[in-house]
């Protein structure tokens, strides 16, 4: 029996010496979505930065969960002025 297993590979050109190698599709799409450094052979850190999209995107989620966050907190404030008015109303 055989088993045959393709990977697919992505040429990369080193940011400071320019030197072509061969690295998995995989890990470079990690690397583009973590944005770590990887090397080239040479040694070199290379990375993909986060582009101005990726902030942008990353800038709306924390400016949504905080909104949601003072949306719940403003939300359990009305509950307790709500709940004084009730006991207020009884006891006058
Ligand atoms: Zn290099």
Known sequence: MTNTQIEEYEEVNCCTCDI???IRKDFLDRKRNDHS??????GH?????ITN??????LAITEN???KKDNETLREEL???KDKNIIQKIFT
């Open 20 to 22: 072509l190698f061969f």
């Open 37 to 42: 450094a990887f090397h080239c052979p040479n």
């Open 45 to 49: 850190g290379n990375v993909y930065p």
């Open 53 to 58: 999209e990726q902030k942008d995107a990353q």
């Open 65 to 67: 969960a905080r909104l």
């Open 79 to 81: 509950l307790k002025e």
